[in-house]
Nanobody, 118 residues
Framework: QVQLVESGGGLVQAGGSLRLSCAASGTIFNINVMGWYRQAPGKQRELVAHITSGDNTNYADSVKGRFTISRGNAKNTVYLQMNNLKPEDTAVYYC????????????WGQGTQVTVSS
């Protein structure tokens, strides 16, 4: 089992910045991908960004050039630096980890609220 704990959400004005953190613990071997998803009220959960064990990254078009995903030195922590935030970035942000052992397992954090005021 993998446990994910997020931190760093909050309320910020448009144009501001926030940094989200996610720490993985438990049986963290063979975690191939870590990433961030978000879900706004009335909308489906969507991918924001992810980073592979080889440090390849992928971003949603809506956040390219504004958000940066990175991993900590211990590789069990992932960060999301969010700059130039917009009201449409308001959502609950979830950390995700994909572990492949005998098959694929997805793990989720509890979510952290990000609210951007105009």
């Amino acid at each position: 089992q993998v446990q994910l704990v997020e931190s760093g959400g909050g309320l910020v004005q448009a144009g501001g910045s926030l940094r989200l953190s996610c720490a993985a613990s438990g049986t963290i071997f063979n975690i191939n991908v870590m990433g961030w998803y978000r879900q706004a009220p009335g909308k489906q959960r969507e991918l924001v960004a992810h980073i592979t064990s080889g440090d390849n990254t992928n971003y949603a078009d809506s956040v390219k050039g504004r958000f940066t995903i990175s991993r900590g030195n211990a590789k069990n922590t992932v960060y999301l630096q969010m700059n130039n935030l917009k009201p449409e970035d308001t959502a609950v942000y979830y950390c995700n980890a994909i572990q492949v052992v005998l098959g694929r397992m997805d793990y989720w954090g509890q979510g952290t609220q990000v609210t951007v005021s105009s």
